[in-house]
């Protein structure tokens, strides 16, 4: 169930016309791929022994091939004591793959409104609106943010664009 929408930057990016999940909703799916599909599920699976930072980075690789995305990531939220939450870029496949290790505060983050909503949410060039992705080239023009579940919380943002 969506959260309340009381998050300042929720409401800046409803306000400009950034978050246009509405869109995505209305979007035919694409046609299965039973094989490529089948074959991400058996490396995922064999990633699951290795490091947590090779299983996340295989998961986004795979969600970069299978999606035909620009760029694809799993950022982590992380808060030290009396500090603001932040959430790190802990593994990033394709263009956008030097920005691993990046923090972004949360009240600047597309991750943090989908966390906020507590659903996936669409995002119309995201970079005008989040000065955490100024450096991001090219400009991406959608980006799809979908919480990652934990407990008691959500624990971050996958993400996927299109430049």
Not at 17 to 37: C, I, K, M, N, W
Not at 101 to 111: L, M, R, V
């Amino acid at each position: 169930m969506p959260r309340p929408l009381a998050s300042p930057t929720v409401s800046r990016v409803l306000r400009t016309g950034t978050l246009v999940t509405q869109e995505f909703d209305a979007r035919l799916g694409r046609s299965p791929d039973y094989a490529a599909e089948n074959e991400a599920l058996h490396a995922l699976a064999k990633a699951l022994t290795a490091s947590h930072s090779a299983m996340l980075q295989t998961l986004v690789d795979t969600a970069l091939t299978l999606c035909d995305a620009g760029s694809a990531g799993i950022s982590l939220r992380e808060a030290g004591a009396g500090q603001a939450s932040a959430y790190r870029w802990v593994a990033v496949s394709g263009h956008c793959a030097n920005q691993v290790g990046h923090i972004i505060p949360s009240d600047d983050s597309a991750g943090g409104v989908a966390v906020a909503v507590g659903a996936p949410q669409l995002f119309a060039f995201p970079k005008r609106h989040f000065a955490c992705l100024a450096s991001i080239v090219p400009e991406v023009s959608e980006e799809l943010v979908v919480p990652v579940p934990g407990t008691p919380e959500p624990w971050g943002g996958a993400l996927g664009d299109v430049p």
